[in-house]
């Protein structure tokens, strides 16, 4: 007795393509700048201005020469407040589960 098998992966590799994966990850990122910025320190707000993501959706960019000096550094008094250092992990304890939709709806998964 003989049994065939026979699997059509057209469709799960159609999902899977590298353009649904760039898509998916661009609008996460846009997403996630979105939900972060909020916990950016903001005195002028020339800092949460600066907030954009890289053309291809790899890297969330704050382009002033100070972004780095508030990203890992804590200072004693924000003016405004939950803003601080490490944005990024206050956003993920908060926003992780919309993250991973808009992914998957930016993938088309």
């Given at each position: ?17 590298q ?60 003016t ?30």
């Open positions: 007795m003989s049994v065939s098998v026979k699997v059509d992966l057209s469709r799960a590799i159609k999902k899977l393509s353009n649904n994966i760039n898509r998916g990850r661009y609008t996460m990122s846009n997403q996630m700048l979105a939900d972060m910025n909020q916990f950016v320190p903001a005195k002028d707000y020339h800092l949460r201005g600066s907030g954009h993501v890289s053309f291809d959706g790899s890297q969330l960019i704050w382009n002033t020469p100070y972004a780095a000096k508030m990203f890992y550094v804590q200072f004693s008094k924000y405004a407040s939950g803003t601080g250092p490490r944005w990024d992990l206050k956003g993920k304890s908060l926003f992780m589960n919309d993250w991973i939709r808009a992914f998957k709806k930016g993938a088309s998964l």
